[in-house]
């Protein structure tokens, strides 16, 4: 019995991860770091190259990851499945199913038809309209992936409403721009307004240390040039980096109008649905204020919705994906923050930004820069990267004659705009990923190309801007 | 371009092959300075409104720099107890790439930004052994990211050590 050339290429490419795994974990340990810590990043880029080459899916890698490092004594269990009892990983659980309510109750659909029957008239008035939306509610959810909990089942009932399925290879494209759309609305969304993101706060202490004070308004000046740029060619960009399948749907709104008139009045769940999702909204725009976990309110409102039977225990019990997620995703996040906690991050940061100090100051500003967002390719955590890198970003940056207000702005923007560089890049992402419009490879794609997208707006555009506005 | 972020990653870890030799040269002082990127925990108690204890469990990169430096970095570990009224008590171990570790205590004012901390180097294992010195470094920023998760990077780190002879 001899092997078929797909499953011989699909055995070289996992001997060919776990060379890689083996060649980094036996490779002398860096002057400067420990072994746990070089062994981990072993483990790590090999579960990350063997999604990007096919070997594994996620899961499969991320499982086999944790369990790694955990037999070879690399982590200590509490550490290394530290990401199970995470609130961001949690939330990302919880925001996914409380979602299948709003789809479920008719709620969504309804909500759907409203935008369909004022933008529906093609795929791009969808996704202007979903960008719109996110934009104008960021300032007030301080948590992006609560954010991502409201805008999610907007963007899944849009998709659906346009009878596009993830199992249909052909109509899944106009849900996988839709969502995609919607991801990077929430990274780009959060570059917009300081307080659209717990990140930017964080952020905005480290650059007081560097002689640069920002506030609301300030941040807002500042960014707004390059953003709201950004935000205005967002969808055609992916629109021509992953078309949609439909161009024009001219008949879509008045379809939708009769559709919402057939419709009638609001059903019992889809007024306890909408009444727990205003709750729930409410919660998390007022978490700081009143010390409430954005988590904890998504449990209590996942719980209303499961007391009132708009979600029955039959529901739960049929979201295999969002185990799926929820798996990789805890996983991940737990080797990524041990990557970080045993130095290694903030030992890479370092070692590179040291590298350029014999280059002129707009050719250090342009390395920091690109080199910051390429970074983000090994955290699964915004904030974590903010936190281990930032200042030492701004420490080499500002040495070299970077002005220090035109590259604190440029770092803390980057920090919303590179979390769509990977699926797992920030927390929001997971929702639209759990969906399965989008495959991994697909996803990782296009989060480098509208990451760079980004990157080149706020380099061409934003750098005068922010020099102008700093001066 | 994945590739290339991990293959930049591998090899800023790796750009640096030189050796340190097996013992730190004996009686012969090793100016260093550097920077140390932490995150950990910190427990905090309150005893009344105005003043607050805290027991705090970091660690981090710590990378150095000077002719005579001990070593590229280490990786640095520190327990202590912060109290507003009293100050810090802590003790820290460096470990480097080789497993070789070097130990010391901490003294100073409580853990927040901008506050400096002062450590006395008491011997170490390996090429460190029989090791004393001196260090002081200060907080550019400790930040709150989750409750009870800080992060901090300490600057103007800067010390120096030398094996056998008396503490300075």
Redesign the interface.
């Given at each position: 019995m001899s092997a078929s050339p797909a499953s011989l290429s699909l055995l070289l490419r996992r001997i060919a991860v776990f060379a890689l795994v083996l060649a980094i974990w036996f490779a002398p340990t860096p002057a400067g770091l420990t072994g746990p810590a070089w062994h981990l990043f072993a483990v790590f880029a090999g579960a990350i190259v063997s999604v990007l080459l096919g070997a594994f899916p996620l899961l499969t890698a991320s499982v086999l990851a944790v369990a790694a490092v955990v037999l070879t004594g690399t982590l200590e269990m509490s550490k290394a499945f530290s990401g199970f009892a995470n609130p961001s990983v949690l939330l990302v659980v919880v925001a996914f199913l409380v979602a299948q309510a709003v789809v479920k109750s008719g709620l969504g659909r309804r909500i759907s038809l409203l935008i369909v029957s004022a933008f529906g008239g093609s795929p791009l008035g969808l996704a202007y309209s979903v960008v719109l939306t996110d934009a104008v509610i960021a300032p007030a959810f301080p948590s992006n992936t609560a954010r991502g909990g409201v805008l999610f089942p907007v963007v899944l009932s849009l998709a659906q409403s346009a009878g596009s399925r993830p199992d249909d290879a052909e109509k899944r494209r106009l849900g996988g721009y839709l969502m995609f759309c919607g991801m990077a609305s929430l990274a780009i969304s959060s570059a917009l307004w300081l307080t659209a993101t717990s990140v930017n706060p964080i952020g905005t202490q480290i650059a007081a240390q560097f002689g640069v004070e920002i506030g609301f308004g300030r941040w807002l000046i500042a960014a707004s040039v390059p953003t709201l740029a950004a935000m205005l060619l967002l969808p055609l960009v992916v629109r021509r980096l992953f078309p949609p399948g439909v161009s024009e749907t001219p008949d879509a709104p008045r379809a939708a109008r009769a559709e919402l008139a057939s419709m009638g009045s609001m059903s019992r769940d889809e007024i306890v649905t909408a009444a727990a999702f205003a709750v729930m909204v409410t919660g998390w725009i007022l978490a700081g204020q009143l010390g409430l976990s954005v988590t904890a309110v998504a449990f209590g409102g996942l719980g209303v919705l499961l007391a009132t039977s708009v979600l029955t225990l039959d529901d739960i019990s049929k979201q295999g994906d969002t185990l799926t997620t929820f798996l990789w995703l805890a996983v991940l996040f737990a080797l990524s923050g041990q990557l970080n906690e045993l130095g290694f991050m903030g030992y890479v940061g370092e070692r590179l930004a040291s590298r350029l100090e014999k280059l002129s100051w707009p050719a250090v500003y342009v390395a920091l820069l690109v080199l910051y967002v390429l970074l983000h390719y090994l955290f699964v955590s915004q904030t974590s990267q903010v936190l281990a890198l930032l200042a030492v970003f701004l420490t080499v940056g500002v040495k070299q004659g970077v002005p220090a207000p035109l590259l604190c702005f440029a770092l803390l923007f980057a920090s919303s705009y590179f979390s769509v560089i990977t699926p797992q890049g920030g927390s929001q992402n997971i929702i639209f990923v759990a969906s399965g419009y989008l495959t991994q490879r697909e996803l990782y794609r296009l989060g480098l190309l509208t990451t760079a997208f980004f990157l080149t707006v706020f380099l061409l555009l934003g750098t005068p801007w922010l020099l102008f506005v700093t001066r | 371009?994945?590739?290339?972020?991990?293959a930049?990653?591998?090899l800023?870890?790796?750009?640096?092959g030189?050796?340190?030799p097996e013992l730190l040269p004996a009686d012969t002082w090793h100016a260093f300075e550097g920077?140390w990127?932490a995150?950990?925990t910190r427990h905090t108690l309150r005893l009344g409104s105005q003043h607050r204890a805290s027991v705090i469990d970091v660690?981090?990169?710590?990378?150095l720099t000077g002719d005579s430096r001990l070593?590229?970095?280490?990786?640095?570990e520190v327990i202590g107890f912060s109290d507003d009224q009293h100050g810090l008590v802590g003790r820290a171990v460096w470990?480097?790439?080789?497993?070789d570790q070097v130990f010391s205590e901490l003294k100073g004012e409580k853990v927040v930004?901008g506050n400096r901390i002062t450590g006395t180097i008491t011997g170490g294992t390996g090429r460190y052994d029989g090791v004393a010195g001196e260090y002081g470094f200060q907080w550019?920023?400790v930040?709150e990211?989750?409750e009870g998760t800080i992060?901090g990077?300490a600057?103007g780190l800067k010390g120096r050590v030398r094996r056998g002879g008396k503490q300075p």
């Open positions: - | 371009m994945i590739a290339l972020a991990l930049l990653a591998g800023a870890a790796c750009g640096e030189s050796r340190p920077s990127n995150s950990g660690s981090g990169s710590m990378l070593g590229i970095g280490f990786r640095a470990t480097d790439e080789r497993g930004t550019q920023y930040l990211a989750e992060q990077r600057i």
